[in-house]
T-cell receptor, first 114, second 111 residues
Framework: DSGVTQTPKHLITATGQRVTLRCSPR?????VYWYQQSLDQGLQFLIQ???????AKGNILERFSAQQFPDLHSELNLSSLELGDSALYFC?????????????FGEGSRLTVL | GDSVTQMEGPVTLSEEAFLTINCTYT??????LFWYVQYPGEGLQLLLK?????DKGSNKGFEATYRKETTSFHLEKGSVQVSDSAVYFC??????????FGKGTRLHILP
């Protein structure tokens, strides 16, 4: 158990809909990262937050947004969903920056868009 | 931009065989390098890391040496077990707080 909690574990929805994925980092971790894992694209970095502020941005679509709340949990919002958004979405946390050497990953939220 | 390339899988080996999973990277400067492992149904977890040239990371019988001259960080294990079956990701951290992952290599170990 990494200490990172993601909900829901599985989600099935239709095209055009909006979903919210939630992540609770390990106790004491200030940074939260979101990744998308799909079969053809591997693991893609989406966005990072540190202590409530956006720190780094990767290949995140404009239809997607995220935020980190004062209690340090984070939410990833996916809107106007398309079939290609079906993937496993991982959240990871670390104490400060990844330069400490280790990210702690949750078990992921599997999104299926029909 | 920075990138990581690792050998495509799946890789299938018999138990006790020698394992090598190749990983090369492209980056400016001196990145830190990592191997992460993803067991079935789980998230990724750090397997080993190296932060400078010629460093060797090791854990659970796995090893990888940071080779700046060949921009490589190949993962090796002398005798694999069925429990090593997983997906292995090579990754680098350079600047701007992003960690770049390779596409992953699925490893199957046959008893």
């Amino acid at each position: 158990d990494s200490g990172v909690t993601q909900t829901p574990k599985h989600l099935i929805t239709a095209t055009g809909q909006r979903v919210t994925l939630r992540c609770s980092p390990r106790s004491g971790d200030l940074s939260v990262y979101w990744y998308q894992q799909s079969l053809d694209q591997g693991l893609q970095f989406l966005i990072q937050y540190y202590n409530g502020e956006e720190r780094a941005k990767g290949n995140i679509l404009e239809r997607f947004s995220a935020q980190q709340f004062p209690d340090l949990h984070s939410e990833l919002n996916l809107s106007s969903l398309e079939l290609g958004d079906s993937a496993l979405y991982f959240c990871a946390s670390s104490v400060s920056t990844v330069n400490t050497g280790e990210l702690f990953f949750g078990e992921g939220s599997r999104l299926t868009v029909l | 931009g920075d990138s990581v390339t690792q050998m495509e899988g799946p890789v299938t080996l018999s138990e006790e065989a020698f394992l090598t999973i190749n990983c090369t990277y492209t980056a400016t400067g001196y990145p830190s390098l990592f191997w992460y492992v993803q067991y079935p149904g789980e998230g990724l977890q750090l397997l080993l890391k190296a932060t400078k040239a010629d460093d060797k990371g090791s854990n659970k019988g796995f090893e990888a040496t940071y080779r700046k001259e060949t921009t490589s960080f190949h993962l090796e294990k002398g005798s694999v077990q069925v429990s090593d079956s997983a997906v292995y990701f090579c990754a680098l951290y350079n600047r701007d707080d992003k960690i770049i992952f390779g596409k992953g290599t699925r490893l199957h170990i046959l008893p």
